[in-house]
């Protein structure tokens, strides 16, 4: 069990250091960040890390930096740059490096590192939830198409995630001695793979097979519409996990706990369009169980 750390940005880092991906690499290529490093080998040298971390809120402010972009990926972004800023044996060599020629930029390199063993590895990062559509799946096939699972906003999709990162974000990094012209010393990357993390969430009450290569999550995910809540098993407390802010859950408060109806009452006050995540009380952080509501006429409206 991981031990209680005072500030957040410690709790998602924690959250970051030992959850699981989405996929192995069946789809895509897939490597840890800390792949082979001491801190994989022995975790208690990570948790220790994180505990110095915690009670040093300078050192925490200095390594995360601040940044005007509030998005759930530029901030899971810069967690992992604290996080391998720290790894004894990890050295980042560039982060957000843009490949441009001219006035054209042809995009942008998430990470590059020199890892444990001493590969130099381009690393895309991402942070993301889907949502599984169960009407969309045919019942002849035993995995689901990634094209079924859907974000908060429907306009994303996993299939298209895959996609982008395969013929596009990935093979940037071979153009890196041609375009990234401020950074002529770096060495061209051994290999580029992807980092996802974030949740896929089946329905609530109709389930579908798991995409092909998709990891077992840490604990259950579910998601459902407003009016579905009724049917939530009274199985656990629940609590609500602030807007956006969807990597380690809270501590509980003593004697917190949600029901169905109020649960529904907090999904309304969001609106339709804004989903509420909510995570079991009574479980610890890791294993929490987690219920992702959307708007009743999500994926439409």
């Known amino acids: 069990m991981l031990p209680v750390f005072a500030h957040a940005s410690v709790r998602d880092m924690a959250w970051i250091a030992f959850s699981p991906p989405l996929l192995n690499d069946q789809l895509l290529p897939m490597r840890d960040p800390l792949q082979g490093s001491a801190w994989r080998d022995d975790p208690e040298q990570l948790l220790h890390a994180l505990q110095t971390l915690d009670q040093d809120p300078a050192a925490l402010d200095a390594l995360l930096g601040e940044s005007p972009d509030r998005r759930l990926g530029n901030y899971y972004e810069r967690l ?6 720290l790894a004894p044996d990890t ?3 560039a982060h957000n490096l843009a490949l441009r020629d001219g006035a054209h930029t042809y995009g942008e390199l998430d990470l590059i590192i020199e890892a444990a063993d001493g590969a130099v590895v381009h690393l895309e990062l991402a942070i993301k939830f889907y949502l599984a559509r169960p009407e969309l799946h045919s019942t002849d096939n035993a995995v689901s198409d990634p094209a079924i699972w859907r974000g908060v906003d429907p306009r994303d999709n996993l299939a298209s995630k895959l996609q982008r990162l395969r013929e596009h974000q990935l093979p940037l990094a071979a153009r890196l001695p041609e375009l990234a012209t401020a950074h002529r010393a770096l060495p061209l990357p051994d ?8 949740g896929l969430f089946q329905h609530l009450l109709r389930q579908v097979p798991p995409v092909e290569g998709q990891q077992p999550p840490a604990a259950p995910l579910h998601w459902c519409h407003q009016h579905e809540l009724k049917s939530l098993a009274r199985t656990h407390r629940w609590q609500p996990m602030a807007h956006k802010a969807w990597l380690m859950p809270p501590e509980p408060e003593y004697g917190a706990g949600l029901d169905a109806q109020q649960m529904g009452r907090i999904s309304e006050r969001a609106g339709e369009r804004r989903a509420v995540m909510f ?23």
């Open 80 to 85: 992992w740059h604290a996080l391998l800023s």
């Open 91 to 93: 050295r980042i060599l």
């Open 191 to 198: 290999c580029s793979a992807a980092w996802l993390q974030g």
């Open 279 to 301: 995570c079991t009380a009574d479980q610890p952080p890791l294993a929490s169980e987690r219920l992702l509501c959307v708007g009743n006429n999500w994926p439409n409206g």
